[in-house]
C-alpha cells in the first residue's frame, strides 16, 4: 500500500513537471561541446543567466554530446542561437540558409591550433613541421572540430603532402580539447592537435603538466568561433530580436563571464569572415 | 598426414568447426591493431577500481534523474517492441516480414539512435524507438519461434468454426505463456542496458553522466554511476513484479522527459532531401552517382567491413575461450559453496556491463587499438555463455567415482556441454558483430567509425549506405551461423 | 446422424510407405463399432482418417489426447464448444467463466468422476485424469459420432467400465480403438480387425467370442 502511493505522488510530481517545462517559446541556444562538460556548463549556465536578463524572454541552454549534433539541432530548429566553431559554423549556415554570424570573440579572427608532443617523445619546438614526427601516435580533437581537426589536418598535408593516417602510425579521434591534452599528457598518444585558447588557459591555471606535454609547432592564423543565429528568429521572437541577441552579446562586459570562454571580448562577426573556412573544408572532403 | 586424419578429433564436424575458427582467430590477429598505448595502464585502471570503490552518489544532482529516464526509456521501448514484435511473429511465415524484422533487428540501437536523433533531435521519441525498432524485430523472430513449438494438436481438434482470436488465444498462446512470459522479462533487462548506453550519443540516460564522468576523469562519478546501474539490474527479481508490471509501464511514458519539440518538416526533409545521395539530388546532374558510391564503398565501406570482421572472429573465439574458462567458476562440480558465489557475482557483473561501456572504459584506460574491443566483447558475452554453461552443467549427475580437477573438466564436463556451448556461441556471432561495429564509434576503426564520421561531417546519405552495408553485413552472419548451427545440429533457446 | 457414412479409399502413408489401406468402411447410424488389432496395426491411423474425411461432425480423443497443458480442466473442455460462442464471451470465459458453463462442465466431471479437479491445471494430472479430461471434452462436444483412440487405457478395470459404459449411453455412434478385447465385446455392436493395414475380421459383436479375435494379435 505505502509501496504504490509513493508511486503514485511520484507519478503526480513527474506528470507536473512534465507540464511545466513544455512551455512555450523559449529561446533555446546550444555550443559545440569543445571541452569538458563541466567547464561547459559552468560557462553557458552563465551565458543563459545573462541573456534572459539582457533579453526578457525564457533563455534556455541544452548541452549536447558531439558538433554534430549542435549543427542538426540548430538545423532542426531545436535551437536558434549557438556557439558554433568555424567549420560547424559553416556547416550549419549552409544548412539554414538566412541564418548569420553575429559575434565572435575578440581572438577568434586570429585563431591558431597548437602540435602538442609528450615530452618522452624528446621533440623541441619547431617553426617547420619536421620528419621526426612520421610513425608517431597522433590525435585529433573532435571530428568535427576546425582548430582540434580542419585546420591542423590541413597544414599536416601541406607539410607532408600526405594524409595523416600514413604520416603516423595511429591517428584518432579524442573527442575535444581537454581530452586531447590529456592524453598527450599521459602518453596515450605521443602527439595531439589542440586549440590554443584552451591550452594557454590550462597553462594558466595549472591544469596541464608542462614537464610531461609540451607545444611543438604553432598554424598560422585562420578565423574560428562564432555566435550564429537563425535567420526566422525575428517572426518568432518579434522585431529587432537578432539585433537584441546581437548587441546583448557585443555588450558582454563581465569578466568573470569572459573569462569562461576564454575571451577578452565580442566583436562583430559576418557569414564572409569564414570563406577560408569553408574552401579549406572542401578541399578536404568535409564539405559537400 | 595418415596420422592426422585416424585422429578421433579431426573426424568430429564439432570438432574441426571448432578449430577452423580458433585458426581463423588466429589469422585475423596477425592481421589486426592489438596493444596497449597508455604510458600508464595499471595505473589508470588503479585509479578506476579505486573510483568504483569510493564512489560519489552525490555530485551531480542529475543523476536521480537519469536513473530514471534509463528505466522509463527501456519500459516503453520494450513494451512497444513487444507488441509489434508478437503483431510481426503472427505472420512471421511471410518472407517479407520475416526480411523485414531481419534487417531492423540488424541496426543497432546506437544507430537507430544516430538516424532518429538527426529529425526528432533530443525527444524522447528517439530513445523510445530507437529501442522499439530493433526489439520488434528480435522480438518477432523469437516468439515465432516459441509459438511454433506449441503442440498443435489442441488446434487441429477445435470445431472448423472457432474463430482465429478464440483458437490462438486457447489452443496457442497458454501452453507457450511462461516461455514467451520469460523471454520478454529477459529482454526488459536487455533494454536497461540498450537504454543506459543510449546516453552516450546524448540521451538523458546513465550513459550520458558515464561517459562525461569517464572523460573528465572522474572516476568516483563515474564508479557511483556504474554501481547505480549493477544495482538496477541485481534487483530486478526484487522489484520487476509481474503485479507491478502494468503500473510500470503506464507510468513510463510520463517520465520520458520532455527533451525539444518535434518539427515534423524536419522529418519529411530527412527523408526526401538528407538521405538521398548527393549526386542525385535536385539540381544534381546524376552521372557521378556511381563514381561517388564506389569511392564511398571503397574507401570507407570496405575498411570498415575488413576490420569489423576481424575483430569480430576474435573476439568470438575469444568469447568462447573465456566462457569455457569461466563456467566450472559457478559449476556445482568445482569448488565450494563460497567460490561459486564470488564467480557468480563475477559472471552478473562482466554480462551486466554492456560490451560498448566496457569497451569505453578499457579504451580510456589502455589506449586505442582493438584490444579494449576483443577484451570487452569476450568479457560480456564470455559471461553470458559462462553463466549458461556452468548453469547447464549444474544439471550434470557425474558417477560417484568421476574423477576430479582438471581431468573431471576435460573428460566429463567439457564433452557434455560443448555442443551447447558451440549453439549459443553461433547464436551470439550475429550479436557480437553487431556490438563490432557499433565500437567504432569509440574510435576503432570498424563500421561504426566510418558511419560517426559522415554524421560528423553532416553527410547523411552516406552515413544511410554504411548503415545498410553495416545491417546486411549482419544479415549475412545470421544466415551463415545458422547454416553452421544446422550442419552440426545445434539447438538453443535465444540469449540476450 | 442419420444417413450411413460411407468411406471408401482410406489408405495412411508413413514415410512414402503405405502402411493402411486402401478400405472401406461403411458406418451406419446407431453403430458402435470397436477396432482391434496389434499396436502398430493401424487403429489409430484409421481413426485419424476417419476424423480427416468427416471433420466437424465427430467428437476426436486421440491417443495423445490434445490437451492444453497451462490450461485448467474446464478450460479444456470447454474448447469444445469455443464455435458455439463470440470471440468476446471465449475471451471473458477464459478470465472468468460463465455459470452455465460451469455447471455444465461439472456436470460431466462428476460423472468421470473428477468434478474436484474442476481448476487443476492439465500439467498436475496423472494419466488418467488426463484422459478423462480428453473424454469430458468429447462428451461436452455433442456430436452424433465419436471417434477415440484408446480413450481408456489409463484407467482401471471398474473406472474404465463406467466410463466406456457412459460412452455408449451418450454417444448414438461410435468407432473406437481398444486393445482390450473384453472391452471391446462388451460396449460394441460391431468388431472391425485390422491386421497388417487391412480389415482382416468385421462382424456383429454378439456373434464373436474373445476366442475369434485372438488370431488378430499372433
Not at chain 1, 586549440?195 to 578565423?223: A, C, H, L, M, R
Not at chain 2, 552525490?58 to 514484435?85: D, E, K, M, N
Not at chain 2, 554511476?225 to 541485481?234: D, P
Not at chain 2, 574458462?325 to 562440480?333: K, V
Request: glycine share 8%.
Amino acid at each position: 500500500m505505502l509501496k504504490k502511493f509513493i508511486g503514485l505522488a511520484t507519478l503526480a510530481a513527474a506528470m507536473q513537471s512534465y507540464a511545466l517545462s513544455a512551455a512555450a517559446d523559449t529561446f533555446v541556444f546550444t555550443a559545440i561541446p569543445d571541452q569538458d562538460e563541466t567547464q561547459l556548463v559552468e560557462r553557458f549556465g552563465a551565458v543563459e543567466a545573462y541573456l534572459e536578463e539582457q533579453l526578457d524572454v525564457d533563455v534556455r541552454y541544452v548541452p549536447v554530446k558531439s558538433y554534430a549534433a549542435a549543427v542538426s539541432a540548430f538545423r532542426n530548429n531545436q535551437v536558434q542561437l549557438a556557439w558554433f566553431g568555424g567549420l560547424s559554423g559553416v556547416q550549419a549556415r549552409r544548412l539554414v540558409p538566412g541564418s548569420e554570424a553575429i559575434a565572435q570573440g575578440a581572438e577568434d579572427p586570429e585563431f591558431q591550433s597548437y602540435v602538442i608532443a609528450n615530452t618522452s617523445t624528446g621533440l623541441e619546438p619547431m617553426d617547420e613541421l619536421s620528419d621526426d614526427l612520421r610513425d608517431m601516435t597522433f590525435t585529433f580533437g573532435s571530428k568535427g572540430s576546425t582548430s582540434g581537426r580542419l585546420m591542423p589536418e590541413f597544414y599536416l598535408r601541406e607539410a607532408y603532402g600526405e594524409a595523416p593516417d600514413e604520416v603516423f602510425s595511429r591517428v584518432g579521434f579524442s573527442g575535444n580539447h581537454t581530452r586531447t591534452v590529456r592524453l598527450v599528457e599521459a602518453g596515450t598518444y605521443q602527439l595531439g592537435a589542440v586549440n590554443f585558447k584552451v591550452w594557454e588557459s590550462g597553462v594558466e591555471d595549472g591544469s596541464i603538466d608542462t614537464d610531461k606535454v609540451q607545444v611543438i609547432w604553432e598554424t598560422p592564423y585562420y578565423p574560428d568561433y562564432q555566435w550564429t543565429i537563425r535567420g526566422d528568429v525575428n517572426e518568432r521572437f518579434g522585431e529587432g530580436f537578432k539585433e537584441k541577441v546581437t548587441q546583448a552579446l557585443l555588450n558582454m562586459d563581465d569578466p568573470d563571464l569572459l573569462e569562461r570562454f576564454p575571451r577578452s571580448g565580442f566583436i562583430p562577426a559576418s557569414n564572409e569572415d569564414y570563406t577560408p573556412i569553408e574552401e579549406t573544408a572542401e578541399s578536404l572532403g568535409l564539405l559537400n | 598426414m595418415r596420422g592426422w586424419a585416424s585422429l578421433p578429433l579431426s573426424r568430429s564436424r564439432t570438432a574441426r568447426t571448432s578449430i577452423f575458427f580458433v585458426v581463423l582467430a588466429l589469422v585475423c590477429l596477425a592481421f589486426s591493431d592489438i596493444a596497449v598505448t597508455t604510458a600508464n595502464p595499471w595505473q589508470d585502471l588503479m585509479r578506476f577500481f579505486w573510483g568504483i570503490v569510493t564512489p560519489d552518489f552525490f555530485s551531480s544532482a542529475g543523476l536521480a534523474t537519469a536513473v530514471l529516464r534509463t528505466l522509463a526509456f527501456a519500459f516503453v521501448g520494450v513494451t512497444i517492441g513487444s507488441i509489434a514484435g508478437f503483431l510481426l511473429a503472427l505472420v512471421y511465415r511471410f518472407r517479407i516480414v520475416r526480411t523485414f524484422s531481419a534487417f531492423i533487428r540488424a541496426i543497432h540501437e546506437i544507430f537507430w539512435a544516430l538516424i532518429f536523433l538527426q529529425f526528432f533531435g533530443f525527444h524522447p521519441l528517439t530513445g523510445v524507438l530507437a529501442i522499439a525498432i530493433p526489439y520488434s524485430g528480435i522480438f518477432a523472430k523469437v516468439y515465432s519461434e516459441i509459438l511454433d513449438e506449441v503442440d498443435p494438436e489442441p488446434r487441429n481438434l477445435l470445431h472448423s468454426r472457432v474463430g482465429a482470436l478464440s483458437a490462438f488465444a486457447y489452443a496457442r498462446i497458454p501452453d507457450c505463456w511462461e516461455q514467451l512470459r520469460t523471454y520478454t522479462s529477459y529482454r526488459l533487462e536487455c533494454g536497461f542496458r540498450s537504454s543506459a548506453i543510449l546516453g552516450f550519443v546524448g540521451l538523458p540516460t546513465l550513459g550520458f553522466y558515464l561517459e562525461s564522468a569517464f572523460s573528465q576523469g572522474h572516476y568516483s562519478e563515474a564508479g557511483a554511476v556504474l554501481l547505480l546501474f549493477y544495482a538496477l539490474i541485481a534487483t530486478i527479481p526484487l522489484w520487476v513484479r509481474p503485479r507491478m508490471l502494468p503500473f510500470y509501464v503506464l507510468a513510463a511514458p510520463f517520465f520520458l522527459g520532455d527533451g525539444m519539440p518535434i518539427v515534423w518538416g524536419n522529418v519529411k526533409r530527412f527523408f526526401t532531401e538528407d538521405i538521398v545521395p548527393a549526386p542525385l539530388r535536385e539540381g544534381a546532374t546524376g552521372e557521378s552517382f556511381w563514381p561517388w558510391l564506389s569511392e564511398l564503398l571503397v574507401d570507407q565501406a570496405l575498411p570498415g567491413i575488413w576490420n569489423t570482421l576481424l575483430l569480430t572472429q576474435m573476439a568470438l573465439v575469444a568469447t568462447g575461450v573465456l566462457a569455457l574458462l569461466a563456467f566450472p567458476l559457478i559449476s556445482r562440480h568445482f569448488g565450494n559453496r563460497l567460490s561459486r558465489t564470488g564467480g557468480h557475482v563475477l559472471l552478473v557483473v562482466a554480462r551486466s556491463t554492456p560490451e560498448y561501456i566496457l569497451a569505453y572504459i578499457l579504451l580510456q584506460l589502455w589506449g586505442p587499438s582493438m584490444l579494449p574491443a576483443v577484451v570487452a566483447l569476450a568479457l560480456h558475452n564470455g559471461g553470458i555463455i559462462g553463466h549458461l554453461i556452468g548453469r547447464q552443467s549444474s544439471f550434470i549427475t557425474l558417477r560417484p567415482d568421476a574423477p576430479r580437477g582438471i581431468t573431471r573438466y576435460g573428460y566429463e564436463l567439457v564433452p557434455r556441454v560443448y555442443p551447447s556451448f558451440l549453439a549459443f556461441l553461433f547464436y551470439r556471432w550475429e550479436i557480437i558483430m553487431r556490438e563490432t561495429a557499433i565500437l567504432g564509434i569509440l574510435g576503432i576503426y570498424t563500421l561504426g567509425f566510418y558511419v560517426d564520421s559522415a554524421i560528423q561531417n553532416i553527410q547523411f546519405d552516406k552515413a544511410m549506405i554504411l548503415i545498410l552495408v553495416t545491417a546486411l553485413l549482419n544479415i549475412g552472419i545470421d544466415i551463415l551461423s545458422r547454416r553452421i548451427r544446422k550442419r552440426l545440429a545445434l539447438q538453443t533457446m535465444p540469449t540476450c | 446422424m442419420r444417413a450411413p457414412l460411407e468411406l471408401d479409399g482410406l489408405s495412411g502413408f508413413f514415410g512414402g510407405q503405405r502402411v493402411l489401406g486402401p478400405l472401406s468402411l461403411t458406418i451406419a447410424p446407431g453403430e458402435k463399432i470397436a477396432l482391434v488389432g496389434k499396436s502398430g496395426a493401424g487403429k489409430s491411423t484409421l481413426v485419424r482418417l476417419i476424423h480427416d474425411r468427416v471433420g466437424d461432425m465427430a467428437a476426436l480423443v486421440p491417443q495423445e489426447l490434445g490437451l492444453v497443458n497451462a490450461l485448467p480442466v474446464f478450460h479444456n473442455v470447454f474448447m469444445a464448444r469455443l464455435d458455439q460462442h463470440n470471440t468476446l464471451y471465449n475471451l471473458v470465459t477464459l478470465l472468468r467463466p460463465f455459470r452455465a458453463d460451469r455447471d455444465a462442465i461439472t456436470g460431466i466431471l462428476e460423472q468421470l468422476d473428477m468434478a474436484d479437479k474442476l481448476w487443476s491445471s492439465a500439467a498436475r494430472l496423472s494419466g488418467g485424469q488426463r484422459q478423462r479430461t480428453a473424454i469430458a471434452r468429447a462428451l461436452f462436444r455433442e456430436a452424433d459420432l465419436l471417434l477415440a483412440d484408446e480413450p481408456v487405457s489409463a484407467l482401471d478395470g471398474p473406472l474404465a467400465h463406467a466410463v466406456m459404459g457412459l460412452l455408449r449411453e451418450r454417444f448414438d455412434t461410435f468407432v473406437v480403438a481398444l486393445h482390450d478385447v473384453e472391452l471391446a465385446l462388451t460396449y460394441s455392436t460391431r468388431v472391425v480387425g485390422i491386421q497388417g493395414g487391412e480389415i482382416a475380421l468385421d462382424a456383429a459383436s454378439d456373434s464373436l467370442t474373445a476366442a475369434d479375435i485372438r488370431p488378430l494379435y499372433d
